[in-house]
Nanobody
Framework: VQLQASGGGLVQAGGSLRLSCVAS????????MGWYRQAPGQQRELVAL???????NYADSVKGRFTISRDNAKKTVYLQMNSLKSEDTAVYYC????????WGQGTEVTVSS
């Protein structure tokens, strides 16, 4: 499985960004997809996950601001990020679990205050 993430960039605090991640290769189930992030000097942390049936899970820090969704036909997972804060600055990694974990290359999000 290969994961290609896009949509990162520089945004002012309070602004919005939408991340996308397209899966390719042996994508026969992809039950769980989602996003993690890693800020400088910190460990990678969960942002949001979604099952193929639409069940979601969010980190407390992003609840009410971020929305994860997926299009199974397009093998794509999205992360709509609203009301961005400086503490959301990080590299965001797309994630997929299909019997084993797979990671995308990361897309950088910088929120200026």
């Amino acid at each position: 499985v290969q994961l290609q993430a896009s949509g990162g960039g520089l945004v002012q605090a309070g602004g919005s960004l939408r991340l996308s991640c397209v899966a390719s290769g042996s994508t026969f189930s992809m039950n769980l997809m989602g996003w993690y992030r890693q800020a400088p000097g910190q460990q990678r942390e969960l942002v949001a996950l979604i099952t193929r049936f639409g069940t979601t899970n969010y980190a407390d820090s992003v609840k009410g601001r971020f929305t994860i969704s997926r299009d199974n036909a397009k093998k794509t997972v999205y992360l709509q990020m609203n009301s961005l804060k400086s503490e959301d600055t990080a590299v965001y990694y797309c994630y997929c679990n299909q019997g084993a974990p797979y990671w995308g290359q990361g897309t950088e999000v910088t929120v200026s205050s």
